[in-house]
């Protein structure tokens, strides 16, 4: 169902059809690099996160952490990960195909400066076996991009 929404997301632009769908999954860093044949620094992951009373999404390198120092200065708070049903309840995908694209509408979504350094990443498209290349541009264009922040570690 995630997919569906996900395609009706970029159909509003006609980029439904870049969306790709593999045969084989794609729910880690490492199996998406291997299915799509690219760097697994390439693959944008997004993690999702309570934050207070609310849910964000930071989407960062595959190869970049989330760096609890960096993420308390940015938020003000302890990073909280969601666990898988609040994540598929309070996003409205599931782990494994969590994107910032096709959401729920009350989710702030933060692009990591991490992705900065490519021309191109891949992130999932709402399963665990499809993903879409888009630029750094294009991320930001199609993401509600709340701002770009700084809060991972071990990329640079």
């Not at 769908?21 to 999702?48: D, P, Q």
């Not at 308390?72 to 996003?91: H, P, Q, R, T, Y």
């Not at 891949?122 to 499809?130: E, H, L, M, Q, W």
């Amino acid at each position: 169902m995630a997919l569906y929404k996900v395609k009706k997301f970029f159909a509003r632009f006609g980029l439904e059809d870049k969306i790709i769908e593999l045969s084989v999954s794609s729910a880690t860093v490492e199996l998406a690099a291997k299915a799509l044949n690219c760097e697994g620094k390439r693959i944008a992951k997004t993690l999702s996160l309570k934050l207070k009373e609310r849910f964000i999404l930071i989407v960062m390198a595959g190869d970049a952490k989330l760096d609890n120092a960096k993420y308390k200065a940015e938020f003000g708070a302890k990073a909280k990960m969601l666990s898988a049903d609040e994540v598929l309840e309070n996003i409205g995908h599931e782990v494994g195909g969590v994107c910032p694209f096709g959401v729920n509408d009350d989710i702030d979504i933060y692009l990591d400066i991490s992705l900065k350094r490519f021309r191109s990443v891949f992130p999932a498209c709402g399963s665990t076996n499809s993903a879409i290349e888009l630029s750094v541009d294009d991320m930001e264009k199609y993401t509600r991009n709340k701002k770009w922040i700084n809060v991972c570690k071990d990329w640079a």
